[in-house]
C-alpha cells in the first residue's frame, strides 16, 4: 500500500453558532488543508498519482472557500464550518473526484499551527 500526502492552504472567514466564546464572533483563519491519498498498485511509470494533479483536485475543491465566508457556503449554510465539518466536507469532496485505484485516505484541516482536525474512514 502507498502513501501520498500533499498540503495546500486558503484563507476565510467564520463564526461558530451555538458556541460560547471568542469563535461564535466573525473571525478569519489562513487554513492549511492536509490530504493523504492510498494505492494498492503503481502506474505504468511507477508512481500512483502526479503529486500536481492531487494538490489540483484538492484546489479544486477548496477554491470557493477561499476568501469568503464559510456560514455562507453550503453545507456550512447547515452545519457549523468547524475544522471537523471541514475536514469531513473536504474527504467527501476528494472521494469523488479521485482517479480509479487512489482513495481518499485523511484530510487535516489547520486553523492555526498548533490546532487541527483529522476526518477518515475506517
Same mark, same amino acid.
Given at each position: 500500500?502507498? *502513501?501520498? &500526502?500533499?498540503? &495546500?492552504?486558503?484563507?476565510?472567514?467564520?463564526?461558530? +453558532?451555538?458556541?460560547?466564546?471568542?469563535?461564535?464572533?466573525?473571525?478569519?483563519?489562513?487554513?492549511?488543508?492536509? !490530504?493523504?491519498? &492510498?494505492?494498492? $498498485?503503481?502506474?505504468?511509470?511507477?508512481?500512483?498519482?502526479?503529486?500536481?494533479?492531487? +494538490? +489540483?483536485?484538492?484546489? *479544486?475543491?477548496?477554491?470557493?472557500?477561499?476568501?469568503?465566508?464559510l456560514?455562507?457556503?453550503?453545507?456550512?449554510? *447547515?452545519?457549523?464550518?468547524?475544522?471537523?465539518?471541514?475536514?469531513?466536507?473536504?474527504?467527501?469532496?476528494? $472521494?469523488?473526484?479521485?482517479?480509479?485505484?487512489?482513495?481518499?485516505?485523511? !484530510?487535516?484541516v489547520?486553523?492555526?499551527?498548533?490546532?487541527?482536525? &483529522?476526518?477518515?474512514?475506517?
Amino acid at each position: 500500500m502507498f *502513501e501520498l &500526502t500533499i498540503e &495546500t492552504d486558503f484563507s476565510s472567514a467564520h463564526q461558530l +453558532r451555538g458556541y460560547k466564546g471568542k469563535c461564535e464572533n466573525l473571525h478569519g483563519h489562513n487554513w492549511k488543508v492536509q !490530504v493523504a491519498v &492510498t494505492a494498492q $498498485k503503481l502506474n505504468n511509470i511507477d508512481i500512483a498519482i502526479d503529486f500536481g494533479d492531487l +494538490r +489540483r483536485i484538492t484546489n *479544486e475543491i477548496i477554491a470557493p472557500l477561499d476568501h469568503t465566508c464559510l456560514n455562507d457556503f453550503f453545507p456550512f449554510t *447547515e452545519i457549523n464550518p468547524s475544522s471537523e465539518n471541514m475536514a469531513k466536507w473536504i474527504f467527501d469532496s476528494l $472521494k469523488k473526484k479521485l482517479p480509479k485505484g487512489i482513495n481518499a485516505a485523511s !484530510v487535516t484541516v489547520w486553523e492555526s499551527d498548533n490546532s487541527s482536525a &483529522t476526518y477518515y474512514e475506517d
